[in-house]
């Protein structure tokens, strides 16, 4: 079986010389690596310590003779490329699409099947920027994996976020992404539809974007995915099996049919109806000035799902959107939740943090009450939750 090939981009920054000990931990672990580096990296850490370590010359000059090529060959050579550490100014840079170097360009020439991963260290007011924040989520929604920088003492002597995050994390990291894995997840995403006669129904504001976002980075991460979609909801794009639900009824057989499949995770992120009228057939008139609808209460169905499931070991993943601005109500819901369910982890979001915000908004997991993770917006979610499965499951 021949070696996982690292693309491994160093840019200019002082933390440069932290990348020596993570080349000298790849190579030791059986890792073919080849290294890039900007001519600013090559300020901090000469190319001879780049080419002793990896065993491999060190590319630099986009215009070298002979080597005029190296952006494409480079991106069909690697199998997992690494940013580390990468400063604002390549991270603005990459993220407007400008190419007037050898890592800008390999950015460009970049084929998404494969992983992307970038570590981020600077000053904390560079990396709190908005610019460089802005570009941080437009490389993000571009299936970048961003390794979040940490907070700590920082060159400039000040303390914040910004510190690159340590070394035996990112090599954790990429293990994570190289290994390979077949575990079998399935998701639930979107809203269901509750027919009141044969043309309406009662429905929600779930647009399965959070789903499915999830769905292509596991996708991406090696996961074999079944999505069970609510048929307006949004659609992975990845190749996965594609299931789709109207009613809670429609959605109820579908999990119980699949769920006796071993599947070693599930992810409920549909928004299931909490209540169902009787459907009356045909279409109701609409001369009347007022219509009583009866409702009934439905059973929740992420309460049973680890009875349906013959994986005894599943690991299941809830979600909790709840809309109060106390949160000390947030955190009740989310323990009722838990506790009924037996979830692993819980997601919370809030509809105050998006009703007037735009589609992007925060999450939180919990396990047991207690916070596991924070999440900025989807696409920071899915590959945290990625991690999460990788790291708790039996893969």
């Known amino acids: 079986m021949s070696k996982s090939k690292i693309l491994l981009q160093v840019t200019g920054s002082i933390a440069a010389y932290k990348v020596c000990e993570l080349l000298s931990t790849l190579v030791k672990a059986d890792y073919e690596v080849?290294?890039?580096?900007?001519?600013?990296?090559?300020?901090?850490?000469?190319?001879?310590?780049?080419?002793?370590?990896?065993?491999?010359?060190?590319?630099?000059?986009?215009?070298?003779?002979?080597?005029?090529?190296?952006?494409?060959?480079?991106?069909?050579?690697?199998?997992?490329?690494?940013?580390?550490?990468?400063?604002?100014?390549?991270?603005?840079?990459?993220?407007?699409?400008?190419?007037?170097?050898?890592?800008?360009?390999?950015?460009?020439?970049?084929?998404?099947?494969?992983?992307?991963?970038?570590?981020?260290?600077?000053?904390?007011?560079?990396?709190?920027?908005?610019?460089t924040h802005k570009s941080l989520s437009l490389?993000?929604?571009?299936?970048?994996?961003?390794?979040?920088?940490?907070?700590?003492?920082?060159?400039?002597?000040?303390?914040?976020?910004?510190?690159l995050m340590e070394p035996e994390n990112i090599f954790a990291r990429i293990q994570a992404r190289l290994q390979p894995r077949h575990s079998r997840v399935l998701i639930t995403s979107g809203g269901t539809v509750e027919p009141i006669d044969d043309v309406r129904g009662i429905t929600n504001i779930s647009t399965g974007v959070t789903g499915a976002t999830i769905a292509d980075q596991l996708i991406r991460d090696g996961f074999?995915?079944?999505?069970?979609?609510?048929?307006?909801?949004?659609?992975?794009?990845?190749?996965?099996?594609?299931?789709?639900?109207?009613?809670?009824?429609?959605?109820?057989?579908?999990?119980?049919?699949?769920?006796?499949?071993?599947?070693?995770?599930?992810?409920?992120?549909?928004?299931?109806?909490?209540?169902?009228?009787?459907?009356?057939?045909?279409?109701?008139?609409?001369?009347?000035?007022?219509?009583?609808?009866?409702?009934?209460?439905?059973?929740?169905?992420?309460?049973?799902?680890?009875?349906?499931?013959?994986?005894?070991?599943l690991r299941l993943i809830a979600f909790k959107l709840t809309s109060s601005d106390s949160a000390q109500h947030r955190l009740a819901a989310v323990d009722t939740l838990g506790k009924n369910s037996t979830a692993d982890l819980v997601i919370q979001n809030d509809f105050s943090d998006f009703k007037n915000g735009g589609p992007e908004h925060p999450f939180a997991a919990y396990r047991n009450s207690q916070s596991v993770f924070a999440a900025k917006n989807k696409a920071d979610l899915a590959q945290k939750i990625s991690h999460y499965l990788v790291k708790e499951s039996p893969l």
């Not at 940490?150 to 303390?159: K, P, Q, R, S, V």
């Not at 279409?283 to 799902?305: A, G, M, R, T, Y």
Request: with cysteine.
């Open 34 to 131: 080849k290294v890039v580096a900007s001519e600013n990296a090559l300020r901090f850490v000469g190319a001879a310590t780049w080419e002793g370590l990896s065993g491999s010359p060190v590319y630099s000059d986009l215009w070298q003779q002979g080597r005029m090529m190296d952006h494409i060959e480079l991106n069909r050579w690697a199998d997992l490329i690494l940013v580390v550490p990468a400063t604002a100014s390549y991270i603005n840079r990459a993220a407007s699409g400008t190419g007037g170097d050898l890592l800008t360009t390999l950015f460009l020439a970049h084929d998404f099947k494969k992983p992307f991963l970038l570590a981020p260290a600077m000053n904390q007011a560079m990396y709190q920027h908005p610019v």
């Open 224 to 313: 074999d995915v079944t999505y069970l979609g609510a048929k307006t909801a949004a659609k992975p794009t990845g190749p996965c099996r594609l299931l789709n639900f109207s009613s809670f009824k429609d959605l109820q057989m579908l999990l119980q049919n699949e769920l006796q499949e071993k599947y070693s995770a599930v992810i409920h992120a549909a928004a299931v109806s909490d209540y169902s009228p009787t459907p009356l057939n045909g279409k109701i008139p609409s001369q009347s000035e007022h219509l009583n609808i009866e409702l009934q209460k439905n059973p929740k169905l992420v309460n049973q799902l680890r009875g349906w499931s013959i994986n005894k070991d």
């Open 139 to 163: 490389l993000r929604e571009m299936g970048v994996e961003i390794l979040d920088p940490e907070n700590g003492n920082l060159a400039c002597g000040e303390i914040g976020p910004g510190r």
